[in-house]
């Protein structure tokens, strides 16, 4: 594989909950075209400003034993530190992380909405996506992380899990399905638009790296949904 990535840095967004199959499949897939993955998170809390946190893994019964233990991600970067320019692209990862990362410290109620929007992780999300010259991939459950900017989902052509996806089509999105084998529809399992990838879920990791990867390297192109 060609190393059309070299030199060039990704963020992926983590939290507690997330699906270890699918980080690793990003170290390894990514590095493979050569790029940096840095998993960053929200680790700061007020005062509370450790090095790095333990982030704990799901465990999912259908795929594994249900005493297994969960696995552990160390994170090391909070993403109010984060330089949205030195990288190329920032994923929303799958699973409750979106979730989880949607909780915000205020305390007035005075509008809920703003409240709602002042979540750090959905801030720093929504100022990736209104840069196009960033490729966005969120996964699975990921673009929960943008109900809060429903204005930034409008008219985008996604795919998302079936769990999430009234909520989307609710942020004015539409959701692509396609021709099924059986002669029905289905939703369609990774869909690009343009400076926006998603996946429907971790089973569609590969492919999903691959069309972040792809987009990417045209990134400077331009974009049809830029307008």
């Known amino acids: ?80 530190t984060v330089n949205l320019d030195d990288y190329v692209a920032v994923i929303m990862s799958a699973n409750y992380v979106s979730v989880r990362l949607r909780w915000s410290e205020k305390t007035d109620f005075t509008d809920p909405r703003e409240l709602a929007r002042s979540a750090p992780a959905s801030r720093f999300f929504a100022d990736a996506m209104r840069r196009p010259e960033i490729v966005k991939g969120a996964l699975c459950h990921g673009l929960w992380i943008l109900a809060p900017y429903p204005e930034l989902l409008k008219g985008r052509k996604v795919t998302c899990h079936t769990v999430v996806m009234a909520d989307i089509l609710n942020c004015g999105a539409e959701v692509v399905v396609k021709d099924a084998d059986n002669g029905g529809k289905e939703l369609a399992k990774v869909v690009v638009d343009g400076d926006l990838i998603t996946g429907f879920s971790k089973h569609e990791a590969l492919p999903f790296i691959e069309a972040i990867a792809g987009a990417i390297v045209n990134r400077k192109r331009p974009y049809a949904h830029d307008g």
Request: glycine share 8%.
């Open 1 to 80: 594989m060609k190393k059309t990535l070299e030199g060039k840095k990704i963020a992926v967004i983590a939290e507690s909950k997330f699906i270890p199959d699918e980080m690793q499949a990003y170290q390894t897939g990514f590095g493979l075209y050569g790029a940096q993955v840095d998993f960053v998170s929200r680790i700061w809390y007020g005062d509370y400003k450790p090095q790095s946190t333990v982030f704990y893994s799901d465990v999912d019964p259908s795929d594994q034993e249900p005493w297994q233990s969960p696995e552990k991600l160390v994170v090391g970067k909070d993403i109010s």
